[in-house]
């Protein structure tokens, strides 16, 4: 699967991510962009979007969007880590165009 990690992600996350193509939104030199062009470049080279944004299903009509994005409720990177294993399950599981929250104790 092809990840793009928002900007608001830790970047060291992908390394729990090894199983699959991962890259954030910094090295496709997108930062800065408002969601709705994020949303627009990625649905045409990723798969999936991880953001930390929780305001971004409020924000964008996402009923066409042909991306999955995986919401996490923190981008505290010792937190992610912690969750490792259900962040892993969450991505294997989700399907394209699907919207998932994912809680981090």
């Known amino acids: 699967m092809k990840i793009l990690l ?4 830790p970047w060291p996350m ?3 991510l090894a199983n699959h193509s991962c890259t954030s939104v910094q090295a496709e030199g997108w930062s800065g962009i408002r ?3 994020l949303l627009s470049r990625a649905e045409s080279k990723f798969d999936l979007l ?3 944004d929780q305001n971004i299903q409020y924000q964008q009509n996402l009923t066409s969007s042909t991306i999955a994005i995986l919401e996490l409720s923190t ?3 010792r937190r992610i880590q912690t ?3 259900a962040i892993q399950q969450a991505v294997d599981e989700i399907r394209t165009g ?3 929250k994912l809680k981090v104790p």
Not at 6 to 9: F, L, N, S, Y
């Open 75 to 77: 981008n505290d990177l």
């Open 50 to 52: 991880i953001t930390a």
């Open 83 to 85: 969750a490792a294993r």
């Open 35 to 37: 969601n709705s062009e």
């Open 14 to 16: 992908r390394t729990m």
């Open 6 to 9: 928002d900007e608001c992600v």
């Open 98 to 100: 699907q919207y998932a």
